[in-house]
């Protein structure tokens, strides 16, 4: 027995990698980052860091050197690159063989396909002729790359079907046609597992996207059918077990019209929508993920509240904006919130930060959540006081 703590590498330096931090000083583990550059997210929070390029096997190999584990902040790391590093005796957790599934939409599908998880109706498509065999409307997603609503289109005609094509040959990926959905909304079902198989599911939230970019989140979904919901759990369950994941996995969801839940994508890190386990679960997304890559036993999923929101703080088109300044005004009208930054310039469209309020009652913890956050964006003027 040994009373150090193992070494976790966490390989991308963004505001993903920056929440790790705070539970990792509070369990003892120190964190190794491999950084895109010197200033970024999670560097202003992690003292042992280099900068480097993920896509570099050599620059890899260094930054893990005497870690115990390696995990992600990102999905973009070649496969190649991880299937090398574990066959040095590198723990990527998740491993290679279950990642592939987050990285590359054409394998995710064809993989849910043998579970017969639900899906929207799919195929590879490699030209304009093979997306109108397959119908219009529809949706273009590049295979590889995409995210936040980039890689992504609503295709209704073969001309619209240029630009998806240019940018998939541009960037040397492929592109997959997906049924456009008529759905009620969207949801996200959160589990984490660890190597040894234990797992827990947290509830099953909505979320609400804005141009592809997530705006915010309702813990748990409201008005969800409990029957759905724990079908929705019992399939991200599923999936996580089957795929061989280790740590968090998101499954992104389609509820539709008719009462049905499909996959939409599938995430394999801390995401988005779990953000308001920070402040309103027993246990952070962030802890669970680090208890499970290290396979320490799991903490409880559970609501500390009735209801949990969750707002992203987006850059604004004129780039204004109150973050650190705006203290004041939010702090001062709602005691009870929590606001995380995340080192970040105000950027159009960029995620900066969220807050988290929580409540027993739904319609206060959307206003209190809403609010913040536009203030902080800078949405709001000051006659708002």
Known sequence: MTSRAPAVA????????????????????PLRLLAEGPDVSATQVIPDHRVGDYRDLRTLTEVTAGCEVVTFDHEHVPTAHLEALAMAGVACRPGPAALVHAQDKAVMRARLAELAAPCPRNAVVTSTDDVEAFGFPCVLKTTRGGYDGKG????????????????????????????????????????VRSPSGQAAAYPVVESVQVDGICKEVVAPAPGLDPALAGQ??????????????????????????????????????????????????????FENHLRAVLDLPLGSPEPRARWTVMVNILGGPHETGRLYDGYPHAMARDPRLRVHLYGKDL??????????????DLDDCLERARHAAAWFAGELGDESE
């Open 10 to 29: 966490v390989i991308g330096g963004g505001q993903l990698a920056r929440m790790m931090a705070e539970p990792a000083a509070a369990l003892g583990i």
């Open 347 to 360: 950027r159009p469209g960029r995620k900066v930060g969220h807050v988290n309020a929580y409540g027993e």
């Open 232 to 285: 929705a759990q019992q399939l991200a369950l599923m999936l996580a077990g089957e795929l061989d994941v280790t740590g968090v996995l998101a499954v992104e969801l389609f509820e539709t019209t008719d009462g049905r839940v499909l996959v939409n994508e599938l995430a394999m890190r801390p995401h988005n929508t779990g953000h308001w386990s920070q402040d309103g679960a027993v246990t952070s997304q």
């Open 152 to 191: 992504v289109w609503v295709v209704r005609s073969a001309d619209d079907c240029l630009e998806p094509f240019a940018v998939a040959q541009e960037s040397g990926v492929g592109l997959i046609a997906e049924e456009l959905i008529d759905f009620r909304r969207e949801l996200s079902a959160l589990v």
